[in-house]
Structure formats: C-alpha cells, structure tokens
C-alpha cells in the first residue's frame, strides 16, 4: 500500500494521559499536513510541514499539541495532557509541493479521551 | 475570517436520482475551491475547481465555480448506492497549503 498510512488507527485514553500519533505519508511528498475532525464537522487544519520545517502551526488547538516530522519523512503529532474535547479524528495528509488543495489523506486515529 | 457552508445537511435518494449539492465560501485570498468524497475515514479528492463557468466532470460526477457569487455546485447523475457519503467542500487561502473545510453534505442514497 503507497498510500498515506496512520498509526495506530484507534486510541483510547485516560483524561490527562498523553498520546503521540504517527503518520507515514506518500513517499515522494514533501508536505505533509494535520487535520482533526470531530463528528459531523469538515476537517480542521492544524499544521504542516514542507519537508522537515514546520511551515504553520499558528492554529494547532493548544501549547498541549505539538508535531514533528525530523527528518522529513514520517511525523508525529503529541497531545500532552489530554482532556475529554481532545476526542477526534485525527487526520493526515500528504501533497507534492504545489497541488492548491489535491491532498492525499490517510484513514486517521480516532482519539476516545476518557 | 474564512467560512465555508454546505447545504443541505443530509440528503436521501433513490438509486437513480439526481442531486445537486451546494456550497458557498468566503474567503479573503481565494485559490481554488475543492471537493472531496469521505466514505469512512479518509476523503478522497474529487474536483478542483479555480475558474468560474468552466465545468469539471468525471464520469456521473460534475462541478462548477461560480466566483462572482462564491458558490459551487457538485452534481451527482443517475446515483447509485456506492455514492452514498459525506461530501466535503473546501477552499484553499493564497498559499493553497490550508484547506477551510465545509461542515459536509451526508448523502444516502437507497436502493
């Protein structure tokens, strides 16, 4: 599969636990992208990287969310701290450096916070 | 700030019907307007849209930008039951790396 995959699909937590998803995006693409989705909504950016440099990260939700894509590949998005709204899809995408929008997304984490 | 809504909510067919789902933005820097398909988790990418009047098409699917209003339309022809999903608008800002999602349009459609 060359696609974007996600890593782990479902995670349930404990209030106050902290999480950290991985996200393998398609190979040749240098940007990768975080969205959350919460039930009934469209996608919500967060974050993204043109290859290892985080480009935008003025609308991550909180100082608790933080990502990083260190060598340019893959990327983690952590979540300190975890309270109930944290509850989501969380979303990756990918893109070559100038699609206007054509993103390539993975199948998400969907975050239960207890 | 930039907006995007999506009308109707959720839509129920018949297998064959044709629907018509709408979405209006603004947008300050406008790009390019985006429809995406979401079955389960993952939406796929459908239409790009960036000039008004000139209308994407593939296969029962088509879509057209109307920039002077700020609307587009997604039409779905002849729908079958595996079209059935949420349908997601989207625009991208200037640098056409964020997308402003929709809040999506559930369609059924029965058999």
């Known amino acids: 599969d060359t696609g974007v995959s996600q890593d782990p699909r479902h995670k349930i937590t404990k209030r106050g636990q902290n999480v950290t998803f991985r996200c393998d995006p398609i190979?040749?693409?240098?940007?990768l992208y975080w969205y959350r989705q919460t039930l009934g909504q469209g996608p919500e950016f967060l974050t993204y990287f043109q290859n290892e440099a985080q480009l935008e990260k003025s609308r991550l939700l909180s100082d608790r969310f933080s990502a990083e894509r260190p060598k340019g590949s893959f990327s983690t998005l952590e979540i300190q701290r975890t309270e109930q709204g944290d509850s989501a899809m969380y979303l990756c995408?990918?893109?070559?450096?100038?699609?206007?929008?054509?993103?390539?997304f993975g199948s998400g984490t969907q975050l239960s916070v207890l | 700030e930039d907006k995007v809504v999506q009308s109707p909510l959720s839509l129920v067919v018949h297998e064959g019907d044709t629907v018509t789902l709408n979405c209006s933005y603004e947008v300050t820097n406008f790009r390019s307007l985006l429809w995406y398909k979401q079955e389960k988790k993952a939406p796929t990418f459908l239409f790009m849209l960036?000039?008004?009047?000139i209308e994407k098409k593939s296969g029962r699917l088509s879509s057209i930008l109307d920039k002077k209003e700020l609307f587009s339309i997604l039409n779905i022809t002849a729908t079958q039951t595996g079209d059935s999903a949420v349908y997601l608008c989207?625009?991208?800002?200037?640098?056409?790396?964020?997308?402003?999602f929709g809040g999506g349009t559930r369609l059924m459609v029965k058999p």
């Open positions: 995408a990918s893109s070559p450096t100038a699609t206007a929008g054509k993103l390539f």
């Open positions: 989207a625009n991208t800002q200037n640098a056409g790396n964020m997308l402003t």
């Open positions: 960036t000039s008004s009047g």
């Open positions: 190979s040749e693409h240098n940007r």
